[in-house]
Each structure stands twice: as C-alpha cells, then as structure tokens.
C-alpha cells in the first residue's frame, strides 16, 4: 500500500465572492485512518482555513455527511484504504446550499422536521400514580428501525426528488414522522397527517429506494414512506363507507 493518497477537496469562500474550486492535498494512507481523519490532518498541519463538520467520530452524531468520490457518507466511518490508490474527491452534500466549504445549511431540514411533530404526543398525560406506558416487543419492533435514525441528512443528499422539489419533505422527516405514527403510545397521527399525507409528503416520492441504500444505520425510509401510502389510500377509501372513519 502507497504512503500517500490524494484528497480533492471542495472550498468555497464566500467572503472572496469567487466560484467554489478544488484544493489538493496529499495525505498519509494508514490502515486505520478514515476520510475524517485526513481533512482534519489537512485542517491541523496544511491548511487551517479548511472548514467542516464532525463531532463523535463514531457513526452517531450524524455531523460529518460529506460526498465522497459522489455517494454520501459519514467521513469518520468510510476508511482512506478503501479508495486507495485515489484520488478522492469530498464535497458537501448534494441538496442543500452551502455556508463554506464542506458545511451545508440545513435550516430547511430542520424546519421540516419540526413540522411533522417527532415526538410523543398524549391526548391525556399520565400521573406518576398511573404509573408508566406499557408496550409489548411487538409493539416495539412496528416502528424501532426508524428510531435508529441520527438525522445525518445521507439519504436527502442522495434522494433524486428533494433536489428538484423544493416542498417535498424528504426522507428522513417521513420515516421519523411514521416511527411515532406507529408508536401504541403515541396520541399524534390525526396531527401528522394532514401534512405527511400531502403532495409534498408521501405523494412526492418515487421510490428509487437511494435513501434506504446510503443509510448508515440501516433505517429504510423507503419502507416507511411506502406504509404511510398504504394507510392513507385505506384512510381515503374508507372515508367513501358509511362507516369509514379517517
């Protein structure tokens, strides 16, 4: 294995008002290092102008998404060796604008996210004497794939509709949004679905399937997406019954 390996690495100043170029760099190639690790050896001995995300380094905080060689990927997880002999290029994720160099912003993310309410709502709060929700292992395993998700944005950047539909609400805010809507302790769905069950939500989606593929906790949002369509076309011809109820 060569001592080296060459990093493309996306820079974008917006101070200088110039087009986004590539700087080059070459990198130690050691057995254990990750595409992390050789932008922060960039960042620490060549260049400290060099600006990104990461935080855990351990495949849960979802901060360090980047492009590598065009699929996304967590950099502290995806090692140099695997792309040897290079040279591998890094850019920000695909989708969302970018601040400077390899961060993005995600405030149409995050604003998504908070709309779709991901998290328990009760009609009626228990008291301490009423003790705790109960639920059965079965009940768990409805919705536990989609709790493993870590908001990384992986599958928005590889989503082909959220790049061109500006109102679709994505991947990882439906399959969240279906983990508590699956929930037997959550009192939310009737909230959620006007929303989820909209143009720009389920309805938006192809599915390709990407999102699921570049997942690097194995969620399917996908599958998730696809079970919100079923209950909302059963929801839409059952209101036709006299007996239907939404």
Same mark, same amino acid.
């Given at each position: ?26 990198? &130690? ?36 998404? /980047? ?12 090692? =140099? ?12 994720? +695909?989708g969302f604008p970018v601040e400077r160099?390899?961060?993005? @912003?995600? +405030?149409?993310?995050?604003?998504? =996210? #908070?709309?779709?309410? &991901?998290? /328990? @709502?009760? *009609? ?6 009423? !003790? ?11 919705? *536990? ?9 992986l599958c928005y950047a590889a989503c &082909?509709?959220?790049?061109?539909? +500006?109102?679709? =609400? ?11 809507? =699956? ?16 143009? #720009? ?10 999102? #699921?593929?570049?997942?690097? *906790?194995?969620?399917? &949002?996908? %599958?998730?997406?696809?079970? %919100? *369509? @079923?209950?909302?076309?059963q929801s839409f011809f059952a209101s036709?019954?006299?007996? !239907?109820?939404?």
């Amino acid at each position: 294995m060569a001592d080296t390996i060459t990093i493309e690495v996306f820079r974008y100043r917006p101070e200088d008002g110039a087009e986004p170029v590539y700087d080059t760099f070459d990198v &130690p190639l050691r057995q254990e290092w990750r595409v992390l690790d050789a932008l922060n050896h960039v960042k620490d001995e060549v260049d400290g102008s060099l600006t990104f995300r990461w935080s855990c380094r351990m495949g849960v905080c979802g901060s360090c998404g /980047m492009m590598v060689n065009g699929v996304p990927k967590l950099t502290c997880s995806a090692f =140099l060796r695997d792309f040897a002999p290079g040279p591998i290029r890094i850019d920000p994720l +695909d989708g969302f604008p970018v601040e400077r160099d390899l961060v993005t @912003v995600l +405030d149409d993310f995050m604003g998504k =996210l #908070s709309a779709v309410t &991901p998290w /328990m @709502v009760h *009609k009626d709060e228990r008291s301490v004497e009423q !003790g705790e929700y109960r639920q059965s292992p079965a009940e768990l395993a409805q919705f *536990k794939q989609y709790s493993m998700c870590i908001n990384c944005t992986l599958c928005y950047a590889a989503c &082909p509709v959220y790049t061109h539909e +500006d109102d679709f =609400l994505g991947p990882a805010v439906l399959a969240l949004a279906q983990r508590y809507n =699956l929930d037997s302790r959550d009192d939310g769905n009737e909230q959620r679905y006007p929303l989820i069950w909209s143009d #720009s939500g389920i309805w938006d989606c192809t599915f390709v399937g990407e999102c #699921s593929v570049v997942c690097p *906790k194995h969620v399917d &949002p996908s %599958a998730a997406i696809q079970q %919100a *369509k @079923v209950q909302s076309a059963q929801s839409f011809f059952a209101s036709f019954l006299p007996f !239907g109820k939404r």
